[in-house]
Structure formats: structure tokens, C-alpha cells
């Protein structure tokens, strides 16, 4: 498994109680997506590719309401 790094932003679109669970779904603003990745040895340039793998949320990082009067 090669180790990566995945940033998003995106905006809470849904908060919903599930089981005794509170889940969110979140939109994610996708127009420019950044992927590092360790341990490329077969990548060239330019080349098409595809990512499969799993998402570790490790943080969430909330942005201030604005509360504009």
C-alpha cells in the first residue's frame, strides 16, 4: 500500500441521526484535487492512471461561521 496525502474542502451538506449515530454528509469542492504519493516508480508524465484506496479521516478542520449582523 503506498502512503499518500488527500486534502479536501467542502461544506456540510446534511446532519442526520442514524442508530444512536449522528453521520454528516459533505460535499467536497473537487475542482482541483491534490495527491501526493510516496514510492512512484512506474509513473511517467502526463500519463492517465487510477486511484482506488480507502479514506482515514485523520482531522477535520471546522472554518468560522460568518455572522453578519
Same mark, same amino acid.
Not at 488527500?6 to 456540510?12: E, P
Not at 454528516?24 to 484535487?33: F, H
Given at each position: ?6 486534502? *479536501?474542502?467542502?461544506?456540510?451538506? %446534511?446532519?442526520? /441521526?442514524? !442508530? ?15 495527491? #501526493?504519493? /510516496?514510492?512512484?516508480? !512506474? ?8 486511484? %482506488?484506496? /480507502?479514506?482515514?479521516?485523520? #482531522?477535520?478542520? *471546522? ?5 453578519? !449582523?
Amino acid at each position: 500500500m503506498k502512503k499518500a496525502t488527500i486534502l *479536501f474542502k467542502g461544506q456540510v451538506a %446534511e446532519l442526520m /441521526e442514524y !442508530n444512536g449515530k449522528r453521520r454528516a454528509t459533505i460535499i467536497c469542492d473537487t475542482d482541483r484535487l491534490l495527491i #501526493s504519493i /510516496e514510492h512512484v516508480d !512506474n509513473l511517467e508524465l502526463g500519463g492517465d492512471l487510477t486511484i %482506488e484506496g /480507502e479514506i482515514r479521516i485523520k #482531522s477535520i478542520q *471546522f472554518d468560522p461561521l460568518d455572522t453578519e !449582523n
